[in-house]
């Protein structure tokens, strides 16, 4: 079995390598993409797109349907991830570790012990996670909401500085990831659960897709978001501006809500149990 | 102004280089910790101090004041989360088992009360 994964990617790898030599060279003025393509985005994409920033232009509108495969990729990969690693039958753990938050004893429960009620005075703390980590968890408490208004300033102003969907959207997700970093997984699982992470995953991508769809309904090409001039109340170009926004919005959604998924099926092993 | 900001940019490329060179030469995990936290820090904040008062002697206005002030929040925001960053690697360290370096081989870690 190995042998032939073994051959598999031998034989896809050289004719990868065998279509590189059909290329033109590394920067070659002569070639098609600087003769046609380049010089219409540099000289035409303000005036057609009002997007001051060219790589969200070239990006989100004149390639959109590349990006929105993109972002397909990613949800894809946050459901491999959940195909591969969750257990979803509920399995008991070896052992629990719960602390006394009054007095800070720890209780250690064996397989099949009596567990404490949920009540207020009890906490499950990870089994190889014991200490308080006060710093640790003032800290992130702390740097929070400034990454998630970072991130959306990120996400939002991807037409005129850097930034976009995919960067605000890890910058987001990280955001959540660090909750459950310095806190506990079950704790944020309790925030925003597997499911949400799973619904807005997808809600992104049909975002962007619906966009597309609506633009073809409206009469245009697919992803031509000339069309939502009508819907929008601009102009043709503006409204372009503005589509563009719309499926970074899509992106961004999807991307952070893929990553804080990913993040809970690795660290746990796809038990959501104990995390890192 | 720009002798001061030169000033500032070398001793802060010397924090660096020591951070760097304390890095390698280090004996074990929790002493390079110590210069990758603390040297960095301090150096990166001299970095942003001469590009604050970089762009703020360019032409002294309103616009150039904030970018200064934002490029010293990237120093606060660093200030903040290096030494919380550094912390926890070296819990994680200490709940690894990890036993910090000794030069006589005799202490042994466990014996500190940890």
Redesign the interface.
Known sequence: MRIIGLLIVIAFGSLLRYGVFFFPEWGDPASPPSLHVSPHYIEEAIAETAVPNLVTAVLADYRGYDTMFETTVIFAAGLACFMLLRVLQRQVPECRLYRHIPTGITLRIEKGGKLPTESGSFERIDS??V?H?L??KS??R??TP?LQIFALYVIAHGHHSPGGGFQGGVILGAAVIMYAISYDLRRSIQRIGEQATAVLGSAGVLIYAGTGALCMVLGAAFLDYGALAGLLGVDPVMARSHGMLIVEIGVGIAVSAVMVWIYYNLSSAGRHDEGL | MNILVGFLLVIGLFFFTGGAVGILRMPDFYTRLHPAGKLDTMGQLMAMGAMALYVVGLDLSLASVLTGLKILLISV?VF??SP?AT??IV?AGV?AGMEPWTKSETEDFRDLGA
Do not use: Q, Y
Request: charged letters at 15%; zero cysteines; proline letters at 5%.
């Open positions: 190889n996670w200490p980590d710093i640790i800290t992130s702390f740097i400034f | 925001l903040i989360t919380t912390h926890a819990d709940r």
